[in-house]
């Protein structure tokens, strides 16, 4: 199983950007998905998640600027980031529950992050 981040970049404040993530693999259900991310000194935190069902989550810095959504036909999650200030600046991750079929359990894997620069 791998994820691919993309979509970051340098935006100055009150611009937008648009993440993606991208699941592939022989995978037979994916579960949850979310965003994290981690700034310069800082610990790894989440930022919005999404059920399967469709059920979203946001971290009370970014409710009203951001937006998680998915695609389950493509296996894809997305973040929408719009109004972006300099302190969302961070190494953005993907995370997703994913569960291969049969009786393994499923199991959360990562992206390897995609930078997002908010300059002032």
């Known amino acids: 199983v791998q994820l691919q981040a993309s979509g970051g970049g340098v935006v100055q404040a009150g611009g937008s950007l648009n993440l993606s993530c991208a699941v592939s693999g022989s995978i037979f259900r994916i579960n949850d998905m979310n965003w994290y991310r981690q700034a310069p000194g800082k610990q790894r935190e989440l930022v919005a998640g999404i059920t399967s069902g469709g059920s979203t989550f946001y971290a009370d810095s970014v409710k009203g600027r951001l937006t998680i959504s998915r695609d389950n036909a493509k296996k894809m999650v997305y973040l929408q980031m719009n109004n972006l200030k300099p302190e969302d600046t961070a190494v953005y991750y993907c995370?997703?529950?994913?569960?291969?079929?049969?009786?393994?359990?499923?199991?959360?894997?990562w992206g390897q992050g995609t930078q997002v620069t908010v300059s002032s």
């Open positions: 995370n997703a529950d994913v569960w291969l079929g049969g009786t393994t359990p499923s199991r959360y894997y």
